[in-house]
Every structure is written in structure tokens, then in C-alpha cells.
């Protein structure tokens, strides 16, 4: 989701390069995909370029909200509190 909402709205990646740039085995980044297809995070597109198949992979507006939401509550988790809080470090 990360390399897919860093697009523009309304870009896609085709399968191969989402795949070189995961790192990842063809059938690893198909079962994944599947997942995100299914909670409506992803829109995977299949077609023909001339006579060779393509698959290209695109978030959703649904799919680009849920990874802000997630973003944000990790960032949430992950920044200290302000104030005057003490913590056991403190003491």
C-alpha cells in the first residue's frame, strides 16, 4: 500500500514492476494483492498490450483512506506525549 498511495491518484503499476520493486515472488504479491482486492483497498486491471497479457494494480480512494488512517494511528503510537507527564524514566 505504501508503493501503491505514493502514485498519484489515478496511477497504476503493472504487476511486474510492483513486483521488482517489492522484491517479492509472483505468487507472494498475488495472494496479497487478492486480500487487498477483496477489503476494496486495490484495483487489480487485467488486459493485453498488443498481444501481451498485463496486469496493472491501483489503490483505491477507499484503499489510499484506510493507509492514511493506519499511518496516522501508528504516528499517533509512536510520538511521545507532551506535557507534564512523567514517566518511569524520568524518575
Do not use: C, I, W
Not at 517489492?22 to 498488443?50: C, F, I, M, P, W
Amino acid at each position: 500500500m505504501t508503493t501503491l498511495t505514493a502514485l498519484p491518484v489515478g496511477d497504476r503499476l503493472t504487476f511486474p514492476r510492483l513486483q521488482s520493486l517489492l522484491d517479492t515472488t509472483a505468487g507472494n504479491l498475488s495472494t496479497h494483492l487478492r486480500r487487498l482486492e477483496e477489503a476494496g483497498y486495490v484495483t487489480v486491471t487485467k488486459g493485453h498490450q498488443g498481444r501481451v497479457p498485463s496486469t496493472h494494480v491501483e489503490a483505491t480512494r477507499a484503499g489510499r483512506r484506510a493507509f492514511e488512517d493506519y499511518v496516522g494511528r501508528l504516528t499517533e503510537l509512536l510520538t511521545p506525549p507532551t506535557g507534564g507527564t512523567s514517566t518511569t524514566e524520568d524518575r
